[in-house]
């Protein structure tokens, strides 16, 4: 058992070494999400050989807690990036669309493929609940990665992996509803998916009147603690919004969407008058910070922590491999096509730009019991995170050895400039005659 000192060690070391993978993932392109894994398998080795066999030791709450915190801090971060701009509309439109069309194919051809008979064999709706997971981008791994990209493709992943986390939730958390009310009606109601779509439209504007009433609140409260207060808010409004039913992920995107842009939500009426749009400023300023540096330390856990309860024996299945890489085709060649018909010829490295990370685990995790299927493998997930990770590290580093060219070239071939120099003046002789 660890001693709380040896606990806070263990736990500053795990957070420096995370830094250093960040700084590596950097100069690599290798996602620190990889590394991450690894570090955490090798303390699962470690933590064999020191504890007693016979003592158990249970990692999973404490995953399960830090997906959802990491969950809300991840897509909090990432709407406080989103600017509602006239010229931004068009992007964000085509992101959504990819996004919502990628999620809806893949989810099909990953639940085709666990309905087949050399697969797992699962019925219809069962299969689609296990293949949403496996069909969400991961903007954990996703946003660090990219930040090297040019500016118009970088905003793409953000917006595009953003609506996929967002979407791919509502899919999952629909589909497990739908199949609840079948095992167990008494206890859960089901809903068609215009009961479903009433609930989304009810938390958008729960979310709406929340978020102004936030802002209106915290931007008059002088305590240097509270933006760890509007946190605590944001973590209640998810928890009880889950606990109601609600699509809680919706209220963090609207109110992060709505204190980034807070010029045009409070652009009318007396709502006007009521911003105190510098004191507001500093707390978006301030969320920002702390969003950023509390995903860090969420995600650095949670990958480690995942990379210890792992069960590597699984990877060893000859169906593991099989399942997991007719997903992975699956995933590329529905990509290639998408965003081939919707953005153009320049799709690289976008069309390998497609993780899965922390979404899938947590969502994964977040079967009812009820629904479990005890057929399906966990070292699936393991594999298509790995797979779609390294995948994605190539076309990166890839991308970054042509741009690197194509500067050499165009410093090779750089225009001729001389020096400029004043022009010199000639005096012409006086050649009139007096």
Known sequence: MLEP??????????????????????????????????????????????????????????????????????????????????????????????????????????ATILQQPWAFEMDPTTAWLYATPLSILSSAIIIPSVSGLRPDKKEFHIYESTFSDILGIILFYFLSGKLLAEVDPVHHSGGGAL?????????????????????????????????FLLIAVLLLLYSVGKKMHLSSLIIILVFGLLIANMKLFFSWGPLKKLLKYKEALHIYEGLHVITMETAFVVRTFFFVIFGIIIKLETLASMKVAI????????????????????????????????????ITVLLFYAIPEQLVDENFEEGILLFIIIGTSLIMTYAMIKDKKRSGVAVKKAERNMVGSEPWTAPTIVEQEDTHTH
């Open 195 to 227: 009961a479903y779509a009433g609930t989304i439209g009810l938390t958008v504007v729960i979310s709406l009147i929340a978020s102004y009433i936030i802002v209106l609140i915290f931007q008059n409260i002088k305590s240097h603690v509270k933006l």
């Open 5 to 110: 000192y040896n606990l806070l060690i263990v736990s500053s070391l795990i957070l420096l070494i995370s830094f250093v993978f960040g700084e590596l993932s950097k100069k690599t392109s290798v996602p620190s999400v990889l590394m991450l894994i690894v570090l955490g398998i090798v303390m699962k080795l470690g933590i064999d050989y020191i504890i007693v066999p016979e003592t158990p030791y249970n990692f999973f709450p404490y995953l399960e807690i830090l997906g959802i915190v990491g969950l809300i801090m991840i897509v909090l971060e990432a709407a406080l990036e989103l600017e509602l701009k006239p010229e931004k509309y068009i992007p964000i439109a085509k992101a959504f669309g990819i996004a919502a069309v990628g999620l809806v194919l893949s989810t099909w051809a990953a």
């Open 323 to 358: 399942v997991s890489l007719g997903i992975i085709a699956s995933i590329y060649l529905i990509r290639f096509v998408i965003l081939r018909l919707m953005i153009g010829k320049d799709i690289l490295p976008q069309l390998f730009v497609a993780p899965r990370g922390l």
